[in-house]
């Protein structure tokens, strides 16, 4: 059997599972993969536990406390997860007993501390506003991006790892995410398709946001969702550099530093801990 935590920041939920040296999983093992179709599995909500991404935790290597696998339902893997940065260094943190910890991805270390009242603060890295790093598929300008859907148009667009288009609406509650999400995710401008996020400003320290998520849909929370949205409002003169993001399961607090670096303060939960026969679950 494989032990599991199911996490989740806001309400964007993850089962974490650990490969590190010695555990069951451990990743120098060949026989237990989390394979992208044992990931999807595992993400199911029906078939198996059920979750927006799928997390594996891998060795650090030097510089870095542990090495964060993002998997999407659909098996996809992701550069980022902010929610997902925040549940695993607080883990790591709490068997290290340290307040300080690095959770390394592949776009890059992230150093996470520990702040009072289960709040727990990301750097997520630079955001990558240049068209080849979104990436986009041919040169444009990301401040204002030629595509749309319904009655929404002319996103900004970012990278944090992972990338991300931003809409500017009106009303929030008067879009039908689920009929416009798959198009704009799928748009060929994208070709590693795009998370959608859609912003309603609010004031220039407070937004509101919905994420439809690259490989997953629409979720209750996307922590590098909202770090790509308030830099894409700053970017546009909407916000300052520094805002209150209120997503649909609660509310980050994200900074857009002067030196490119985005910060992202949010809370941590567990809901359950378990454990699942991954022979089970088709490779
Ligand atoms: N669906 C995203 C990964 C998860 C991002 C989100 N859960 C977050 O908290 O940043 C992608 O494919 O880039």
């Known amino acids: 059997m494989v032990p599991f935590r199911k996490m989740h920041g806001l309400g964007n939920d993850f089962v974490v599972l650990d490969a590190r040296e010695g555990s069951v999983l451990d990743a120098r093992r060949a026989d237990l993969p989390i394979t992208p179709a044992r990931a999807a599995t595992i993400a199911d909500r029906r078939r198996g536990i059920g979750c927006d991404q799928v997390i594996v935790m891998e060795p650090g290597g030097d510089g870095a406390d542990v090495f964060m696998r993002i998997r999407n339902p659909d098996g996809s893997e992701a550069g980022a997860c902010g929610n997902a940065t925040r549940c695993i260094a607080s883990l790591v943190a709490e068997e290290g007993g340290k307040d300080r910890v ?5 776009a890059g270390d992230l150093p996470v ?3 009072p009242g289960n ?4 750097d997520l890295g630079p955001a990558r506003l240049g068209w080849r ?3 986009l598929a041919r040169e444009a300008d990301t401040l204002h991006l030629p595509i749309g859907a319904g009655p929404v148009s002319d996103p900004a667009a970012c990278s944090m790892g992972n990338p991300h288009a931003t809409f500017f609406v009106p009303e929030l509650d008067a879009l039908d995410l689920g009929a416009i999400g798959p198009a704009l995710e799928h748009d060929p401008i994208f070709p590693q398709r795009a998370n959608i996020g859609f912003v309603q400003v609010l004031g220039p ?8 998520e690259r490989g997953a849909g629409l979720t209750l929370a996307c922590g590098s969702g909202a770090c790509a949205a308030l830099v894409n409002a700053a970017r546009r003169s909407l916000t300052g550099r520094r805002a209150a993001v209120s997503l649909p399961g609660g509310d980050l607090e994200i900074e857009w530093r002067e030196d490119g670096h985005v910060l992202m303060t949010g809370p941590v939960s567990t809901a359950f801990t378990g454990a699942i026969d991954l022979e089970a679950y088709p490779a």
């Open 119 to 122: 709040l727990w603060r990301a």
């Open 133 to 135: 790093e979104v990436p």
């Open 113 to 115: 501390e520990r702040l």
């Open 102 to 106: 690095v959770v390394r991805t592949v």
């Open 205 to 212: 320290e407070h937004i509101r946001l919905a994420v439809w």
